[in-house]
């Protein structure tokens, strides 16, 4: 087989060809200027570096109380799952090698002493920081290398270089140092060729919560001047300045002691401030608590809705939430199975397969239940064996009510059929029988039911013209086990009619 250049000309391998075993998209061919940073790559940062800020300063802004429970509410939802293992590394198709196996054992032995659960939550603080970088603490057991904890380190100690590998270079920043291998995992939030440091969503928060704590103290003032009533005095007519000025030392005392002592003819009232100015400026913190909820959580239900929100808002609040879940679970996979792989550099050869880390999902015996549900009322039945199976119930603790052979009532106008001499008259009598059971013998209704089945081209079809018709009066349940009666029926009818048109 031949290979062809852009030119149509075959390329020949027998010669040297660096080009394609080399990088040509360099930082130094495109003119970066890297010498200037001591060969360590700036921090790209938009907003860190616009501000002109270190990425210590996001540290400041857990202290916000919206931007601290979004973090929470995010990370916990990874860190309550429990249902997590190790399971040695298996080639496809074939049985766990011996010595993969004893591998696994062994790190799972290691990782019982250390607390995972603060491993995790480090982990976790990537999304927000852009990076967590963890240190692997080794020390000699039993002729091997076992593994005493796993510490996540400041990363400001860390930066990468004009080739995105990652340097220690501490505090100091002037010099840099390549990570041992089997050392050190990272894990990154969303990294890029130009930005390895990953994306932060905390940088993303540094205007909002700026704005947010402007406004607050604003509006601190606001309700210390205004929030209180006034004390409003009326002079007499024919006082002066003096008396006016002891008038206003009076009602000053008076906001301390409630006591004043006023000339005759002076008129007192307290008085508050009116209109929507308060609410002017809560609206404008709300602003920016949705602002940074839709940074770090991808919703704004909490912050927007005030309890308010409606049932597809929530669903949806829900689904966006569920989604971030997964990503963050994906990194914390990631991770562990990036250091699975360095126990297995340092204490293996490479055939040896790396133990594999992974959640197990609880199987949802609900959605299993409402299968079998929507089954048995299409006529299904099962045998006891299904449920142990599916539920894990011993036989001894369930019986069946029923027998699995009988016939469904359901069924009764399906086998009609085989003896009907008009299909048309059949499905006629098979919704005579169906739609007073549904709407309570209600003749109007009844007719606009025998439309709805007569005008639906598909099943959904029916359920949602159903829906508007019933409304709150059949909950969807009824409906579901309404609509596939009839379209039971309808089916037969359909292989009946097609019967007779092929005998025809």
Same mark, same amino acid.
């Given at each position: ?25 360099t ?13 360590k790559?700036?921090?790209?940062d938009?907003?860190?570096r616009?501000r002109?800020?270190y ?5 400041d ?37 011996a010595?993969?196996a ?5 790190l ?11 491993v995790?939550s ?12 963890l ?11 076992r593994?005493?904890d ?6 400001s ?5 004009d ?12 010099y ?13 939030h ?5 930005n ?10 540094l ?5 947010k ?8 003032r ?5 929030g ?14 003096? @008396? ?8 000053? +005392? %008076?906001?301390?002691? !409630?006591? #004043?002592?006023?000339?005759?003819? &002076?008129?007192?009232?307290?008085a508050?401030a009116s209109?929507?100015a ?28 005030d309890?308010?929100?409606s ?9 966006v939430a569920e989604?971030? @879940?997964?990503?963050?679970l994906?990194?914390?996979?990631? +991770? %562990?199975?990036?250091i !699975?792989? #360095?126990?297995?550099?340092?204490? &293996?050869?490479a ?11 609880p ?9 079998d ?5 299409v006529?299904v039945?099962?045998?006891?064996s299904?449920f ?6 011993a ?22 059929f ?11 009598? &098979? ?6 059971q549904?709407?309570?013998a209600?003749?109007?209704i ?8 007569r005008?639906a ?8 013209m159903l ?9 969807q ?15 037969a009818?359909?292989?009946m ?8």
């Amino acid at each position: 087989m031949l290979i062809y250049d852009h030119k149509g000309d075959p390329i020949d391998f027998g010669e040297s060809h660096t080009d394609l075993t080399t990088e040509f998209a360099t930082r130094l061919a495109a003119g970066a200027d890297v010498g200037s940073f001591l060969g360590k790559l700036p921090d790209p940062d938009p907003v860190l570096r616009k501000r002109g800020e270190y990425d210590d300063v996001l540290d400041d802004l857990t202290a916000d109380d919206q931007v601290c429970m979004a973090i929470q509410n995010r990370k916990l939802r990874v860190l309550n799952k429990q249902d997590y293992d190790f399971s040695p590394g298996q080639a496809k198709g074939k049985d766990v090698a011996a010595d993969a196996a004893r591998l696994c054992d062994d790190l799972v032995a290691d990782l019982e002493a250390i607390n995972l659960r603060n491993v995790f939550s480090s982990m976790l603080d990537a999304p927000f920081y852009g990076l967590t970088v963890l240190e692997l603490i080794w020390e000699p057991r039993g002729g091997k290398l076992r593994l005493a904890d796993i510490v996540a380190k400041p990363r400001s100690w860390f930066a990468f270089d004009d080739k995105n590998r990652p340097v220690f270079c501490g505090d100091t920043y002037t010099y840099d140092t390549p990570l041992p291998p089997g050392k050190f995992v990272l894990v990154r939030h969303f990294p890029t060729f130009e930005n390895p440091y990953g994306l932060r969503l905390l940088s993303r928060c540094l205007w909002p919560v700026a704005f947010k704590r402007g406004g607050i103290e604003f509006l601190t003032r606001f309700c210390e001047k205004f929030g209180q009533p006034w004390v409003l005095a009326y002079a007499p007519h024919n006082a002066d300045r003096a @008396a006016r000025m002891s008038m206003a030392g009076d009602l000053a +005392a %008076m906001v301390q002691d !409630a006591v #004043a002592v006023l000339p005759n003819g &002076a008129k007192v009232e307290l008085a508050s401030a009116s209109g929507k100015a308060g609410d002017l400026h809560e609206g404008y913190l709300r602003r920016w608590d949705k602002a940074i909820s839709k940074v770090l959580t991808g919703q704004t239900l909490t912050a927007e809705m005030d309890g308010n929100g409606s049932r597809a808002a929530s669903e949806t609040h829900y689904s966006v939430a569920e989604d971030i @879940a997964d990503a963050d679970l994906f990194l914390v996979v990631s +991770a %562990m199975n990036d250091i !699975a792989l #360095a126990y297995r550099d340092v204490n &293996a050869p490479a055939s040896v397969l790396a133990p594999v880390f992974g959640y197990d999902e609880p199987e949802d015996f609900d959605a299993q239940a409402d299968l079998d549900k929507k089954l048995h009322s299409v006529g299904v039945r099962f045998k006891k064996s299904h449920f142990s199976r599916r539920y894990g119930l011993a036989d001894d603790e369930f019986d069946l009510d029923g027998a699995a052979t009988d016939v469904p009532a359901d069924h009764a106008a399906y086998i009609e059929f085989a003896d009907a001499q008009d299909a048309q008259e059949v499905i006629d009598k &098979a919704v005579a029988e169906i739609i007073p059971q549904a709407v309570k013998a209600n003749a109007e209704i009844a007719t606009q039911i025998e439309k709805i089945v007569r005008s639906a081209e598909s099943f959904e079809d029916m359920q949602i013209m159903l829906a508007e018709l019933l409304g709150q009066d059949a909950e969807q349940d009824e409906l579901t086990e309404l609509a596939g009666r009839i379209m039971l029926n309808a089916q037969a009818f359909g292989t009946m009619a097609a019967q007779e048109e092929a005998d025809g």
